[in-house]
């Protein structure tokens, strides 16, 4: 029978890509990690690794493993949420990751319902975008990632994760104050007017940027992106003081009135859809499944209102 702390490493080194980045994640020397995963080749009988480059990569009989290695994990985590299920109070820690719009307005609720009916659940939150959070997630070092995606834009779906809506967040047009298109404008042509303002958008390479850039396109112009930042906040304040125009969500304003005017954007285009994400495996273990529950009552209360009715 295989060692199943070396398929763990094995399949650390499918999701991480580096030695280094496996030693690192699981506080082992890389010499460690290599040789242990010496040791799987020979219980094995076959080359796992190959060398390219300075780096290694896995061989067919490893990628095989690795799919092997995942099911037994998941079947290792449903046995974790039953033994869960079956004591009386939730214990233990929950990490949640969480791009920066969804932490500042469904998670500071949903903490204190989770502490008002499991005190003794610890839960560990990380601002990460989903860029980074969901591969996180596969390489378990998050239990529940908080998620987004835009409109016209879907998520890659990896297998062995588990998505849950939570609410669509309108999408809106931030134009500066000296800035303003006419009212009777279309949302083509108020997009259109600020062709030659310099805007402020996230970075390349993130599903938001990708989305921004598609909007201006497709109404006839390359934007001119001066400010890029993940941090929203940034992007309402460069509004704010006329420096950009941007795209906003209205989870940035978490129920308060708009400080900036904003426009309506063409249709098809105008809210993007926040989630949840788990691993399937843990889908069912009782800490992960309180704090759906408590995300989606943070998510169907008046934005800016806490558990207990009074306003943030």
Known sequence: MFDLHRLRLLRELKHRGTLAAVADALSYAPSSVSHQLSQLEAEVGVPLLEP???????TEQ?????????AVLERLER????????????????????FQTAALALIPTALGLLHDLHPRLRVHVTQREPEQALPALQARD??????????GHPNPRPTGLEQEDLLDDPLYLAPPHHKQPAETGSAVKALRALAHYPWVMEPEGTAARQWAMTLCREAGFEPDVRFESTDLLLHLRLVEQDHAAAFLPGLVWNGRPPTVPLRQLPGGRRTRRIFTVVRRGASRHPAIQACQDALRQAATLPLGQTRKGRTA
Do not use: Q
């Open 142 to 151: 998050f239990d529940l990632v908080l998620a987004e995606e835009y409109p």
């Open 79 to 98: 046995a974790e949420a039953d033994i869960a299920a079956s004591a009386s109070d939730l214990t233990g820690t929950l990490r949640i990751a969480s």
């Open 52 to 58: 390219v480059g300075r780096r290694v990569r896995l």
């Open 62 to 70: 490893a990628e095989i493993l690795v799919v092997h290695t995942e």
